[in-house]
């Protein structure tokens, strides 16, 4: 089945040390969208990619980059993770800009120790 | 800027109860409205969507949604819950001028009582 696949579902990384997220997609989407999600709260809009054009959301810190290599793959790096950092990283496809329904995979949960 | 709000935080209801979940938005231009649910423990799934037409759109499980425009709303409904609608509901708006971005609501967490 086309999916959107995110690695690893859980991720634990220390104060300060850099971190990795993976996202993969199969559905052969032109955009990738990153979103952090806390408790209780909306997925917040991070950056996203239309092919290979970056879109970073004007309220999303340095500290949050992003790297597409190819269709297929999306990551999000967080440079120097801090405890408010801590929350799920969502990953989500659609089919070219403006069309706006969104596939989203399973999602990250990041926690800073 | 864009916004949009979801009346409840959490909502309980025993099973066969009719539930209705509110979401406004505050854009006034032409726009795209979505729901989506959270299960435990798994992914964001859409559960329907409106474009345009018929302001009465039907989704997957026995849902549907309501767009009035004059009231800026799309509120969810469905007749009759089931234990397994327990899930977290999230009211999401697109408009053009967000460049195909979606904007989301905080979220309503309901629970259906066996």
């Known amino acids: 089945d086309a999916m959107v696949i995110q690695n690893p579902r859980y991720q634990v990384t220390q104060f300060g040390k850099p971190v990795t997220l993976s996202c993969s997609q199969t559905l052969n989407h032109n955009v990738m969208y990153w979103y952090q999600q806390k408790s209780s709260q909306a997925p917040k809009l991070l950056f996203h990619?239309?092919?290979?054009?970056?879109?970073n959301e004007a309220d999303t810190p340095d500290n949050f980059q992003s790297r597409r290599p190819n269709t297929s793959f999306c990551f999000l790096d967080i440079r120097s993770p801090g405890l408010g950092d801590a929350a799920m990283y969502l990953c989500?496809?659609?089919?070219?800009?403006?069309?706006?329904?969104?596939?989203f995979g399973p999602g990250t949960r990041l926690t800073v120790t | 800027a864009q916004s949009v709000s979801q009346h409840n935080h959490h909502v309980i209801l025993s099973e066969a109860a009719s539930l209705e979940l509110g979401c406004n938005y505050s854009?006034?231009?032409?726009?795209?409205l979505f729901w989506y649910v959270q299960y435990p423990g798994q992914h964001l799934q859409l559960l329907l969507k409106y474009f345009s037409g018929d302001p009465l759109v039907k989704g997957i499980k026995g849902f549907e949604a309501e767009f009035i425009k004059s009231k800026f709303s799309f509120n969810l409904r469905k007749p009759s819950v089931q234990w397994s609608d327990t899930a977290e509901y999230f009211c999401?708006?697109?408009?053009?001028?967000?460049?195909?971005?979606?904007?989301f609501g905080q979220g309503t967490e309901l629970s259906v009582k066996p």
């Open positions: 990619y239309y092919d290979k054009d970056f879109n």
């Open positions: 999401a708006v697109g408009s053009y001028n967000q460049g195909g971005k979606l904007i």
């Open positions: 989500a496809t659609s089919g070219r800009q403006g069309q706006w329904e969104q596939y």
């Open positions: 854009y006034g231009g032409t726009v795209n």
